[in-house]
């Protein structure tokens, strides 16, 4: 697990040595290669790695899972839990919080895999400036690789990974120790008092260095996002006792390198290395971004997820990949949607510089509001103390607030891309869930109670016909439309009726003796009954194995197995004047509707035994 965690958790911060001090130190603003600014520089680095990675996000942020799941939703989902009972409004109010910190987190998952994967080609053109032109073809033939073995799932993808990241972080290391061991010098450059020196003497270069120090910083958002994939104990042995030590290493090493000759400022991380190990270097970088990209790409998946469990997004296409890690999962919508976004950003931009111009608008925003959700989380449900959340806020929240800050510069530059894709995606969260909020209150208004409607069967002479009529419905407290449908339209009513809800429980398996509760409904003799099924993650969500499993217990035994007919509900969305959204964001909720997976298939109904009813709803 561990292995897996650095081959899929740490490739994008792992990464940033490629294209972090090579963005500082080629800022128009003044910088110079100096001792005082490689100083001041090496020592910002040092500590935001250990102040927003380390302390923030490995020792505490970790803590905060929601049943084992990691990611701004998972800690909106966590934060609304907590205020649920005492303010209805806030709690309403985090989870827009925790939609508008994924939407961000997408926005960074595009940026991330082209900025990687360029950075790591364009390692090419140190080893000779005439394959420049093979840059963007390679870093799309690369891009379309890595998406398309999405479909083997994290664990695999994480056990391929794991050593060529380890191999990395041993090749940073040695390389960043080389350098460090000729001028021990730079050591010092690890004490904060450089750092506030920096800030002292140049006040605005400092402030527009903090905004592309941001780079070493990255891949902490989706460190935390992928905690589901492998859990919190090997994701924290990972980053202490190999990424964290490699890391320092190499930037320290890449400072040494930019004291003694300053013109290698331009790619210190290639021209660290000996002459006769570049071009091996470029072709391990190019493995390693594209590992990179997996952080993100893993995170969006778990981040999707956690949205469509929290109602902001429509039912998913989810694949499990793993019989023993309810996170790793593969949704074929996400990874192609992503894939084609990523593909017109890396030839729109061209280049890792002008990524890097725009990249960090999106992942600051993200790190404040997940310091926000933990402060909520860390005050309600863990009862800190005040002096605890006051000082986490002041160290934590003043850093990414500099941050946020600086970045906001390169929003003309390029960060508005990721700002844009942002406000699309909280647009779509938001309009799905209020959406979704109207028609399930339109929708029971014309289910009704099961109860009275049950009376009404018994009240009338509705003929009895053989077989057994199951209706999937998420409750047993109303009447499924589909059941209303067919007692209205064909006036018969079957032998045998079954309504089933189905549930799935962060547990690989459950036997089938614990998986089923049936309740006749408080009539025996009615040929009404209703199953509640809880499912494993790992285990299909079968409901025509759930009928046939539950014909053994004593109160479906009259069940006719041969002729099984399944009624689903499905909903026609119409569009409406009536009040709750506006027109535009009615016609965008009704066609992420009709683009949701397929209930049929989801619950394994054999085609030639389906029968659909519509009911319309007006929206």
Known sequence: MLLGALGVVYGDIGTSPLYALKTVFTLDRGLVPDRPDVFGVISLVFWSIILIVSVKYVIFILRADNEGEGGVMALAALARRSLLKANAKRAATVLALGALGAALFYGDSVITPAISVLSAVEGLEVVSPRWAVVVLPVSAVILTLLFTIQRWGTGRVGSVFGPIMLLWFACL?????????????????????????????????????MGAVVLVITGAEALYADMGHFGRAPIRRAWFVIVFPALTLNYLGQGALILRAPKSRDNPFFLLLPAWAQLPMVVLATVATVIASQAVISGAFSVSREAMRLGFLPHLRIRQTSRREYGQIYAPGVNWGLFAAVLVVTFAFGSSTNLAAAYGVAVTGTFLITTTLFLIVARVLWRWATWQVAVFAVVAGSIELTFFTANLAKVTHGGWLTLLIAVIVFTVLLTWRRGAELVTARRIEREGPLSDFIDTLHATNIPWVPGTAVFPHPNK?????????????????????????????????????????????????????????????????????????????????????????????????????RPGMATWRKRLFIGLAHNAASHSEFLHLPEERTIVLSAEVPV
């Open 173 to 209: 290391g040695v390389a960043g120790a080389a350098e460090v061991l000729r001028h021990p010098g730079i050591l010092a450059a690890l004490s904060p008092t450089y750092a506030a020196a920096f800030f002292v003497d140049h006040p605005v270069i400092a402030f527009v260095a």
């Open 477 to 577: 407290e109303t009447t499924p439309l589909a059941l209303r449908a067919n007692v209205a339209y064909n006036h018969v009513r079957h032998q045998k009726i079954v309504i089933i809800t189905g549930r799935t429980a962060n547990i690989p398996h459950i036997p089938w003796d614990q998986r089923l509760t049936i309740d006749d409904l408080g009539d025996p003799n009615d040929g009404v009954i209703h199953i509640s099924a809880v499912f494993g993650f790992q285990d299909p969500t079968d409901f025509p194995e759930v009928v046939r499993r539950a014909g053994a217990h004593p109160l479906a035994k009259e069940l006719d197995l041969d002729q099984v007919f399944y009624f689903v509900s499905r909903i026609t969305l119409r569009c409406t004047r």
